[in-house]
């Protein structure tokens, strides 16, 4: 494979300030005649990072003012506008539209607010995969991929390209979920569906103005990390901005993945910022690696003694609000409704995917462990 020079261009931004987003991204990718033609007229899909119905501040979901700024450049350009996702959690759309204000964005720029679950789905064979896909992809001519900067309890980390995975509708997300419980399988699947979408990606953004550590992709701590990302090449800015959070970005499976079938080298990734020398100090990034580390090797572990002695679980506490979207998003059916509506994890059906703590709102979900778990896992 031919290897491919990468830009990845990074600023200090201490605030959601629109004039000064507009006038970064303007700078590089609405700038010159060639990008302009490229551009003008198209129709062009703006893909945020909606995953549920979490305010700006909550720092899960992609904030507004950033798909404001795109919007404003493309309607310069007198493009037609999509601005939708595929949320994973069965929380009505409109309330994650309210919540996250992009629905504010939509009625103020008068820009179609699209559910993807909503719409046709369409059926692709990639590399042995039967990838179930959103109709949206095949009718727009390119997507703008507007990610947030947060960790995964699964992935370790979620960047611009897991973001690309709301393509797919809710339900089959759920049930590929089921197919590749652990994130080296799941890992080969995104991959494989990156590889399909990535001619119609204009560019994409990761918004780490405020980003989240500790247990994301919902359930850690907002952090004022006062940057953004952006790149042609989804792979090389999630190496960028995976290495200035503390982790060895080669050792996470997407990342790794991804790279090498864009045929990206880190050592050919350049910037207008020293990102080598920039990591940020002290990200809680610990419980996540941890996690990757015992998910991943959880099925190929001893079967009899260690299962015994090391156990980990995700449980729903005292916390839950009965809304049940962890209940109707499992994608193996774990999750058990009492009579009066109380909710409770099945531990044998459970693949411990992680989707119920990623979509539960109240910080309901805490993963219960082992004497020996709890020194092997950070709490």
Not at 293 to 318: A, E, M, Q, S
Not at 354 to 378: G, H
Request: charged content about 25%; hydrophobic content about 40%; some cysteine.
């Amino acid at each position: 494979m031919k290897m491919m020079n990468s830009k990845v261009f990074v600023k200090r931004m201490e605030s959601y300030d629109l004039d000064k987003i507009v006038s970064f991204l303007r700078r590089h990718y609405f700038k010159s005649e060639e990008q302009i033609s490229k551009i003008k007229g198209k129709k062009i899909l703006i893909k945020p990072n909606l995953l549920g119905a979490y305010s700006p501040e909550k720092a899960v979901t992609t904030h507004p003012i950033i798909v404001e700024a795109v919007v404003i450049l493309l309607q310069e350009l007198e493009c037609s506008i999509v601005l939708g996702d595929s949320p994973g959690g069965s929380v009505s759309y409109e309330q994650v539209c309210q919540k996250t204000e992009l629905k504010r964005v939509a009625d103020e720029y008068k820009v179609d607010l699209v559910n993807f679950n909503k719409l046709p789905v369409k059926i692709s064979k990639v590399d042995g995969y039967d990838i179930s896909y959103s109709q949206i992809f095949d009718d727009v001519d390119y997507i703008i991929n507007l990610a947030k900067y947060k960790t995964h309890g699964l992935m370790q980390f979620t960047g611009a390209v897991k973001n690309l995975y709301g393509l797919i509708p809710g339900l089959k997300k759920a049930d590929y979920h089921r197919q590749f419980p652990n994130s080296r399988d799941f890992s080969k699947f995104i991959s494989t569906f990156y590889k399909m979408i990535k001619p119609k990606i204009l560019f994409s953004v990761i918004d780490g103005i405020v980003g989240m550590e500790g247990k994301g992709p919902s359930g850690g701590k907002a952090r004022d990390f006062g940057i953004i990302f952006s790149s042609e090449t989804s792979s090389a800015l999630d190496y960028v901005a995976a290495y200035m959070m503390g982790f060895q970005p080669i050792k996470i499976d997407l990342i790794k993945l991804s790279m090498h079938d864009d045929g990206v080298l880190s050592s050919r990734i350049s910037s207008n910022f020293l990102w080598k020398d920039n990591i940020f100090d002290n990200v809680d990034i610990g419980i996540v690696k941890t996690s990757n580390r015992i998910l991943n090797n959880f099925p190929k572990l001893g079967k009899t003694i260690f299962d015994r002695l090391f156990w980990y679980k995700p449980v729903i506490t005292d916390k839950c609000k009965k809304c049940n979207v962890c209940y109707d998003s499992c994608p193996v059916d774990a999750i058990i409704k009492d009579s009066e509506g109380n909710l409770k994890i099945d531990d044998k059906k459970c693949i411990k995917c992680l989707c119920c703590q990623e979509f539960c709102v109240y910080n309901a979900i805490r993963i219960d462990k082992s004497a020996i778990a709890r020194k092997l896992i950070p709490t």
